[in-house]
T-cell receptor, first 114, second 111 residues
Framework: DTGVSQDPRHKITKRGQNVTFRCDPISEHNRLYWYRQTLGQGPEFLTYFQNEAQLEKSRLLSDRFSAERPKGSFSTLEIQRTEQGDSAMYLC????????????FGPGTRLTVT | QKEVEQDPGPLSVPEGAIVSLNCTYSNSAFQYFMWYRQYSRKGPELLMYTYSSGNKEDGRFTAQVDKSSKYISLFIRDSQPSDSATYLCAMSFSGNTPLVFGKGTRLSVIA
């Protein structure tokens, strides 16, 4: 399967701990996006990369959140000092530059902060 | 007012019915319109996309965009229980901007 993969699928953490999620995009896609989805809502954009460059960040992305894509392949999203409000599904998507509206999503990482 | 409005439902229909799902939007600068299907606890799956106004058909699915009314629709013909999912509309200003999603409409097709 050459779709978008995410790891871990589920993460339970205590408030105040740091967590890191990984996303592996479709191999030929050079754009990678992070979204957050809470229950009963659609995904909300967090940030995206073209190759290794982070091109845009949403105001939703507080300074506790950081994302990297060091070699233009996989990406990591780190949340420091987690809060209960960070509990959500974190979704990764990828696309080609020529068809950025065609974004293909991974299965998501479900984060629960207790 | 949110940029993209979508009735969350739930919508329940009998098997074989024609389903109509809709979204309205406020920003006339949106040019790309997508429909995603999301099963419970899974990532969204791209169903169809449309550029600007018009219709697009793919099997049992038809997407319509009416930019003058800022209104988009997804029709599902001969609905099946396997179509039971949440349907999300999404929009983009250009081919290079992030997607803006509606809340999603939860659909149940009853056998």
């Amino acid at each position: 399967d050459t779709g978008v993969s995410q790891d871990p699928r589920h993460k339970i953490t205590k408030r105040g701990q740091n967590v890191t999620f990984r996303c592996d995009p479709i191999s030929e896609h050079n754009r990678l996006y992070w979204y957050r989805q809470t229950l009963g809502q659609g995904p909300e954009f967090l940030t995206y990369f073209q190759n290794e460059a982070q091109l845009e960040k949403s105001r939703l992305l507080s300074d506790r959140f950081s994302a990297e894509r060091p070699k233009g392949s996989f990406s990591t999203l780190e949340i420091q000092r987690t809060e209960q409000g960070d509990s959500a599904m974190y979704l990764c998507a990828s696309s080609s530059t020529s068809s950025s509206y065609e974004q293909y999503f991974g299965p998501g990482t479900r984060l629960t902060v207790t | 007012q949110k940029e993209v409005e979508q009735d969350p439902g739930p919508l329940s229909v009998p098997e074989g019915a024609i389903v109509s799902l809709n979204c309205t939007y406020s920003n006339s600068a949106f040019q790309y319109f997508m429909w995603y299907r999301q099963y419970s606890r899974k990532g969204p799956e791209l169903l169809m996309y449309t550029y600007s106004s018009g219709n697009k058909e793919d099997g049992r699915f038809t997407a319509q965009v009416d930019k003058s009314s800022k209104y988009i629709s997804l029709f599902i013909r001969d609905s099946q229980p396997s179509d039971s999912a949440t349907y999300l509309c999404a929009m983009s200003f250009s081919g290079n901007t992030p997607l803006v999603f509606g809340k999603g409409t939860r659909l149940s097709v009853i056998a």
